[in-house]
């Protein structure tokens, strides 16, 4: 299986799609302005203790003050909130955790309001970001991920992911690690340590160390709400948790985080910086490698399969439902059974993708067509296992029920990936109405005459749909429209064709490439 990572850079967000095999399966957005990611570390301040909610609303910078429940604290909070506390009072002269006196460890069913106080300094972590109406979702037990592993502070035990099987090899990360980790710091091995030598996984501590350093640095003269450490970018967590041999390229628009992903890989799998290419194409990104063309077909209420059957997406305030149909698969010769498992089987497989590709969270019902043999539900509930093992996010799948329903629950941590596919038509804006079309060109040559002559732009560029962009360059290059247009008003101009455009939606761009408003 062949990985792509396409990355579409423009001023106000990162837009990054993966692609397996060519095919759409993740699409992750982050704004320019995104304060809150998960993994951000904050020195928030406690506003509220609520004992009926056994909870706590801590002020870290945000509109809405973010949640933090008893079972989020850690068995190891009241050991860090006296580390808090020791460093902004100066007694904590070291980020060593080496001869630090440990606090006991909090009762599993205790109260919130004996371990944090109303207007107390505390050190969180961010676990959701803010979703909808509510804040941030936030933990005291505090974790920085690597490539290889995971450090815990005011922990000492060493855990080996359960990806990994030989008992050998995890045997030989245990005893690796002892051997090079600080004292009184645990550590979560993670699956792609397998196989890495001392020197890759003890370069990948070293980077994690210096990580609680600059926190402890930080933390001696912050005052909340503070960001004490940022989480590296969406699109390096992406690499740095699925980057593996079967990464074929990764193309990127922008020359700038261009660098940063370079030197980025040089860190962490210096082999495959040759796969990092800058997109310099005429087209826009999305559009020369099909991103758009699949994003389109794949975010609306319906979404067809290549057997003809199609998904109908729903989405409540509680839950998500998925209907699965045969379409015209039901005209094939095949008896019922036969086609109803093939359909779900396909289904299942696109169910799992949509799912990651939305970023679908909470409750997940599928409405799958019956299946009267118990072999064949089977079948698919192992199907649609296999195809949400490739989910990075926690998931718990549920056998069908007797109506033929199998249901999902799915992490949240960041709000859904919504994308509105149907398009509002740009002349009449919803009525109904339009102008006559034969005045289209009209339009477009006066707001180019307005730009060239009253605004004085240079380096125009107009973008318009390819129907239209031939319309506009066709014939000699003497006497097509672009060509009488330019010696009319005394400039010249650029034509570009964008298919993600309606058919008679237009815009100017300036040099930059920013929008020309009219």
């Given at each position: 299986m062949n990985n792509e990572l396409i990355i579409d850079v423009t001023p106000s967000e990162v837009v990054i799609a993966l692609l397996n095999d060519k095919r759409l399966v993740e699409l992750n957005r982050e704004k320019s302005n995104n304060n809150f990611?998960?993994?951000?570390?904050?020195?928030?301040?406690?506003?509220?203790?609520?004992?009926?909610?056994?909870?706590?609303?801590?002020?870290?910078?945000?509109?809405?003050d973010a949640f933090l429940h008893y079972l989020d604290l850690g068995p190891q909070a009241s050991s860090l909130n006296k580390f808090t506390k020791l460093v902004q009072t100066g007694k904590q002269t070291t980020s060593n955790l080496m001869y630090f006196k440990f606090e006991p460890d909090i009762q599993k069913d205790g109260k919130i309001g004996?371990?944090?106080?109303s207007n107390q300094q505390v050190l969180i972590q961010i676990a959701k970001e803010p979703i909808s109406t509510k804040g941030p979702r936030i933990t005291t037990e505090i974790s920085l991920a690597g490539r290889y592993l995971v450090l815990i502070p005011f922990s000492d035990k060493i855990s080996v992911s359960q990806k990994i099987k030989t008992t050998e090899e995890k045997t030989r990360l245990k005893r690796l690690i002892q051997s090079i980790k600080p004292k009184n710091f645990g550590v979560i091995i993670r699956t792609v340590a397998e196989g890495k030598?001392?020197?890759?996984?003890?370069?990948?501590l070293n980077d994690l160390v210096k990580k609680w350093e600059t926190i402890y640095q930080n933390l001696k003269t912050a005052q909340p709400p503070f960001k004490v450490l940022g989480e590296i970018d969406r699109t390096s967590v992406i690499l740095r948790d699925l980057l593996n041999a079967s990464f074929n390229s990764i193309h990127i628009n922008d020359a700038a985080l261009f660098e940063e992903i370079r030197t980025y890989l040089q860190t962490i799998a210096p082999d495959k910086e040759k796969?990092?290419?800058?997109?310099?194409?005429?087209?826009?990104?999305?559009?020369?490698?099909?991103?758009?063309r699949q994003i389109k077909g794949l975010f609306g209420k319906t979404v067809t399969m290549r057997s003809g059957g199609y998904l109908i997406v729903e989405h409540t305030e509680a839950l998500h439902v998925?209907?699965?149909?045969?379409?015209?698969?039901?005209?094939?010769?095949?008896?019922?059974?036969?086609?109803?498992?093939?359909?779900?089987?396909e289904a299942a497989?696109?169910?799992?993708?949509?799912l990651r590709l939305r970023d679908m969270g909470g409750i997940i019902v599928v409405d799958f067509i019956d299946l009267h043999s118990a072999e064949n539900r089977k079948l698919l509930f192992d199907k649609i296992k296999d195809e949400m093992s490739k989910d990075r996010a926690k998931h718990n799948i549920l056998p069908p029920s007797k109506f033929g329903l199998i249901q999902i629950t799915?992490?949240?941590?960041?709000?859904?990936?919504n994308i509105v596919t149907v398009?509002?038509?740009?002349?009449?804006?919803g009525s109904g109405e339009i102008q006559a079309s034969i005045l289209l060109m009209d339009q477009i040559e006066n707001n180019l005459r307005y730009i060239m002559k009253e605004q004085n732009e240079k380096d125009i560029t107009l973008c318009v749909h390819p129907y239209l962009e031939a319309y506009i360059t066709k014939g000699w290059w003497f006497n097509s429209l672009k060509a009488q247009w330019g010696k009319k008003y005394g400039k010249s101009f650029k034509v570009k064709p964008v298919n993600s455009y309606n058919f008679m939606e237009y815009r100017f761009l300036n040099k930059n490439e920013d929008e020309i408003k009219i």
């Open positions: 990611s998960v993994g951000d570390i904050y020195l928030g301040r406690v506003k509220k203790v609520m004992p009926g909610l056994n909870a706590a609303f801590v002020d870290v910078g945000y509109e809405k004996n371990i944090l106080n030598s001392v020197a890759d996984l003890d370069a990948d796969i990092l290419k800058l997109y310099k194409g005429p087209a826009p990104i999305f559009d020369h490698f099909g991103v758009d998925i209907d699965v149909n045969s379409g015209n698969r039901a005209k094939s010769d095949n008896n019922q059974e036969t086609n109803a498992l093939e359909v779900n089987l497989a696109e169910v799992a993708r949509q799915r992490q949240r941590v960041r709000p859904e990936m398009e509002k038509c740009p002349t009449c804006g």
